[in-house]
């Protein structure tokens, strides 16, 4: 298994000043960064390419930036589908250029976009058309595209396991993978193990949260049944550490974290790796 970060631990936007995280997360023990991007994130994707080739990270991007609300592959509008299927590949140019092994997150919709209605009867296939095409454009340069369902408060397209397998069944492309975030499971899952089987062989990766988005352990999420089904998978994916720094300031309120747990990103990390890797030990079969 690889243990990585997000960089929204650490700092409010990656830049090329920002170099020196990478550094940092590697000493901590991670094999991976995560970096947020969007049409308000500049900078050299060759320079952090380099910077993190020599120490063995991987890295992977995700659209925590600004994303302009209407470019969303479920969008009513046919033209807002275009234009949010342009926006992706944009996105994937940039994974390809940086060297990232993944373009993650709610890809299928736009996250805080919830429509409170029954879904159209042609939702479901419309988004897995577009899903189809961007994995395809993905594909030529090696990138993943790894879709997270999130809770019912961010998205109405795909909240379950259930509902973002079904999505990939219908787009029916090799390269559709499947991030799972025990924070947004909290509101969406009974039985963390069942989730994790239902995904099976496309699970890419954990983004591992408390129910606070707070350091792992001694929150409601069930870490044993995460490891126990992890472990009947043979999974060797990727667990990552998610959270807003809250001493950046407004940044966690911003994120619509509004409470104090992540205010030293080092210790942050320390004790999430410290957590998971005790668990990950204690729970894998004799």
């Known amino acids: 298994m690889k243990y990585g970060v997000h960089a929204y631990i650490f700092i409010d936007r990656w830049s090329d000043a920002s170099l020196a995280i990478l550094d940092t997360a590697a000493n901590l023990g991670a094999d991976c960064l995560e970096i947020a991007v969007g049409d308000d ?4 994707p060759q320079r952090t390419r380099a910077w993190a ?90 990138v993943k595209i790894v879709l997270e369902p999130m809770s019912h408060f961010r998205t109405h397209v795909a909240n379950t396991p259930e509902q973002i397998i079904r999505l990939i069944d219908l787009a029916d492309h090799a390269n559709l993978w499947v991030l799972l975030d025990t924070y947004h499971m909290i509101t969406e899952v009974r039985d963390y193990a069942q989730a ?22 001694g929150g409601l999420a ?28 407004t940044f966690a309120f911003e994120r619509g974290m509004f409470h104090n747990v992540c205010p030293d990103a080092t210790a942050f990390v320390r004790a999430g790796f410290a957590f998971l890797k005790q668990r990950a030990r204690a729970v894998k079969p004799a």
């Open 41 to 44: 994130v500049h900078f050299t």
């Open 53 to 142: 080739r020599p120490l063995g990270l991987d890295l992977v991007i995700s659209p925590g930036g600004r994303w302009p609300a209407a470019y969303d592959l479920s969008a009513d509008d046919p033209a807002d589908r275009r234009r949010g299927l342009a926006w992706h590949k944009t996105q994937v140019d940039l994974a390809s250029e940086l060297g990232a092994v993944a373009y993650i997150g709610a890809l299928y919709g736009h996250p805080g976009q919830v429509r409170r209605r029954p879904p159209s009867p042609d939702e479901y296939k419309r988004t897995a058309e577009a899903l189809y095409e961007l994995a395809d454009y993905a594909a030529r340069s090696d």
């Open 196 to 217: 994790i089987r239902t995904v099976g062989n496309r699970l890419w990766g954990i983004h591992a949260c408390e129910n606070d988005r707070g350091v792992p352990g």
């Open 222 to 249: 069930p870490w044993d049944a995460v490891f126990g089904a992890l472990n009947e998978l043979s999974f060797d994916g990727y667990m990552l550490l998610e959270a807003y720094n809250s001493s950046i300031g």
